[in-house]
């Protein structure tokens, strides 16, 4: 309260390895107790702040958590569940499994439940809604490049038709926006660095673009990203295929890393690390 938060989300979903490796992201709902602990602390921690949690089915098909971790997170006060329909062994494979999220929705009766996986436009939010009856929707990979989105979400859950996704002209003003907002917020170096990769998910699609995304991705300074959003073509319409584009890595499995003998004792709520700064953020 003292530092103005609003609300104070915990996100038990990361699949990567090295956070896994050492207990957290998508390793901890896998320890109920545990998971419990951590929600029962924070929730106590944030008095009047909202908690809520997100996370995955579990860490392969064998080892499903996503029903256990939605029924703690109800018990300990947290004020909403998110869950993604992917295990952290596919990592961003495949299709989302939203039937696990109408299971959680059937299983958490007393908080809502968001459904994450696959939102890429508008129209998916309700599909998924419709199909899962979950209470609201949580978008990642699909805002990349396109922040716009959740205007379009704004638009459908009001009963609205979504305005046309913007030109190229558009697009490259937006970007420029999330450039300024990163260089206050970080300094230019920095931003700018950060900002190469949202460069490429932006112009992803649109055709003949090729060589001018190869130099946006190398930007270092604000003039030097005016320079080249100002050569783009600016009537350039928003291609079609580029409404589903994947972003991120989307291809592939793995085989979840965890702690020596994590899953032997399930039931074990100690933390891997007595002091959290030791170990991983979770992602």
């Known amino acids: 309260e003292d530092w103005g938060v609003d609300h104070i989300d915990l996100s038990f979903g990361c699949p990567v390895r090295k956070v896994t490796a050492s207990g957290g992201g998508s390793a901890v709902p896998a320890r109920p107790r545990l998971l419990a602990r951590l929600l029962r602390a924070v929730v106590q921690a944030a008095g009047d702040t909202p908690v809520t949690i997100k996370f995955r089915k579990g860490i392969d098909d064998d080892v499903l958590t996503f029903l256990d971790a939605g029924r703690v997170a109800e018990q300990e006060g947290c004020r909403a569940v998110?869950?993604?329909g992917r295990t952290a062994a596919q990592l961003y494979s495949g299709d989302a499994d939203?039937?696990?999220i109408a299971e959680l929705k059937h299983a958490v009766?007393?908080?809502?439940?968001l459904g994450n996986g696959d939102v890429f436009e508008a129209c998916d939010a309700l599909r998924m809604m419709r199909a899962t009856g979950c209470d609201g929707v949580v978008v990642g990979r699909g805002c990349l490049g396109r922040p716009w989105l959740f205007?379009?979400?704004v638009d459908a859950f009001a009963g609205r038709e979504p305005p046309p996704?913007?030109?190229l002209g558009a697009v490259a003003a937006i970007a420029r926006r999330h450039a300024e907002l990163l260089v206050g917020f970080f300094g230019e170096p920095v931003a700018l660095h950060q900002m190469r990769k949202h460069l490429g998910w932006y112009t992803k699609s649109f055709p003949g673009l090729s060589h001018s995304r190869a130099r946006l991705q190398q930007v270092s300074t604000l003039a030097?990203?005016?320079?080249?959003?100002?050569a783009l073509p600016a009537d350039l319409p928003f291609p079609g295929p580029g409404l589903r584009a994947r972003r991120c890595k989307s291809g592939g499995t793995q085989r979840v890393s965890l702690p020596p003998g994590y899953l032997d004792d399930r039931d074990d709520d100690r933390p891997l690390f007595p002091d959290p700064l030791d170990a991983g953020s979770g992602g």
Do not use: G, Q
Request: aromatic share 4%; no cysteine; hydrophobic share 40%.
């Open 151 to 153: 205007r379009e979400l």
């Open 82 to 84: 998110a869950l993604h």
């Open 109 to 113: 009766t007393t908080i809502p439940v």
């Open 98 to 100: 939203w039937s696990s």
């Open 165 to 167: 996704p913007p030109n």
């Open 224 to 230: 030097e990203l005016d320079e080249l959003l100002a």
